[in-house]
């Protein structure tokens, strides 16, 4: 058992110099930080990092549980800390293309993903490329290939970079529990598990990244994620890009995945959650009621408070009922959603509901990665 220490930091003093040796100026960048209450918590970081412990980190996309992705007991405190299946790899994170390069065999990024990272990285994308003996077995389960990304997130590559090594860093929250988008969600997990948490502010994605695998013919989207398919598709090289589950299904693939997010039920919170995935953006045309009875419920949603009655039809509210509803974004804008989705389950979870009601959005833009979410969250899937 830890005593888990919080250190707050501002993402605003960290900046990047540009490299000028190489033809990766931006993603070979070094971190310059003048703040000294900021440099010793990444300092404390290191230290932790270096003795093979995990620690909860923040990045663009989610909160993430850290470790040296090269050192075999320090990949299996985050399998420990997290109760996470052995069989569910993890993401390796970077901070350069030449740390990218020393894990690949014979330093070589496929071709593939070349223009895309020059494009999309530091950012919300992960590839999937080649592994070698520098990455433990635990880390791919066994596969002859890697998740690989290099966060945007400030501090997150201010952190790798001091670190010298990559980080293994799935979301810093118990397994199948919503992601962390607050470093006081990582505390209500893994507090007494980890011996530190780096509080970088919210999450400005909101969901995990994109899982690409570039090596498929034609490359497909594992993991819908924070980087949009639509973005992503102007790419070049990416002209017939698929989404698993959308053009595609690999049975075999799910069941001995090469990314997480693909074989286990997800994000789920305590309390049962019933997704309302709605296929006509049209209130009126819903009306249906169930015969669960519940006594305090909550309804997450893009509508706000009185705005429809679908709601109150769907969830049979009445005076005996205690009914809280949130926000998680405004109808049609998907990235407000996936900034608010977790916060929203997580906070109705807080409150201590039996039920959680969730509206489902159109699966354009980041929609695509927020139903992907939802779905997995579900306990009950209802069309209207």
Not at 117 to 138: A, E, K, N
Request: aromatic share 6%; with cysteine; charged share 25%.
């Amino acid at each position: 058992m830890f005593k888990t220490e919080v250190y707050k930091v501002n993402s605003s003093n960290f900046s990047f110099r540009k490299s000028t040796t190489t033809d990766f100026p931006e993603q070979n960048a070094t971190c310059v930080l003048n703040n000294e209450n900021d440099q010793a918590a990444i300092n404390k970081a290191v230290d932790w990092l270096k003795k093979n412990e995990a620690i909860g980190v923040p990045t663009e996309t989610v909160y993430g549980l850290a470790a040296n992705a090269l050192n075999e007991q320090a990949v299996s405190k985050i399998f420990a800390a997290k109760n996470r299946p052995q069989d569910n790899p993890l993401i390796v994170h970077v901070s350069s293309i030449e740390m990218l390069k020393s894990i690949l065999p014979d330093r070589k990024v496929p071709e593939v993903y070349l223009p895309i990272i020059r494009q999309h990285w530091p950012g919300p994308l992960t590839i999937i490329v080649p592994t070698s003996d520098l990455i433990p077995s635990s880390v791919t389960c066994g596969h002859p290939t890697v998740a690989v990304r290099f966060p945007a997130h400030p501090v997150a590559r201010s952190l790798i970079e001091a670190c010298g090594f990559p980080l293994a860093a799935p979301s810093a929250n118990s397994s199948g529990k919503p992601s962390p988008t607050l470093a006081s969600h990582v505390y209500h997990d893994l507090q007494g598990r980890i011996p530190m948490i780096i509080d970088g502010g919210p999450c400005n994605v909101g969901v995990e990244s994109t899982v690409l695998d570039g090596l498929r013919s034609p490359p497909a989207i594992l993991r819908p994620g924070g980087l949009t398919y639509e973005t992503l598709k102007q790419s070049d090289g990416m002209e017939n890009l698929q989404v698993y589950r959308k053009h595609f299904v690999d049975k075999d693939l799910e069941m001995a995945p090469t990314t997480p997010g693909m074989k286990y039920r997800h994000y789920s919170p305590e309390a049962m959650v019933i997704l309302i995935d709605r296929k006509a953006d049209n209130d009126t045309t819903a009306n249906r009621s169930f015969d669960e009875k519940f006594d305090h419920i909550g309804m997450l949603r893009t509508t706000k408070d009185g705005e429809s009655e679908v709601w109150e039809s769907i969830a049979k509210v009445d005076d005996n009922v205690e009914c809280i509803s949130l926000q998680m974004g405004r109808r049609g804008h998907p990235e407000e959603v996936a900034r608010g989705m977790f916060k929203g389950l997580r906070d109705l979870d807080g409150r201590s509901v039996d039920l959680i009601f969730v509206e489902g959005i159109p699966e354009d833009k980041e929609g695509m990665a927020v139903m992907n979410r939802l779905r997995k969250a579900a306990s009950k899937i209802v069309e209207i």
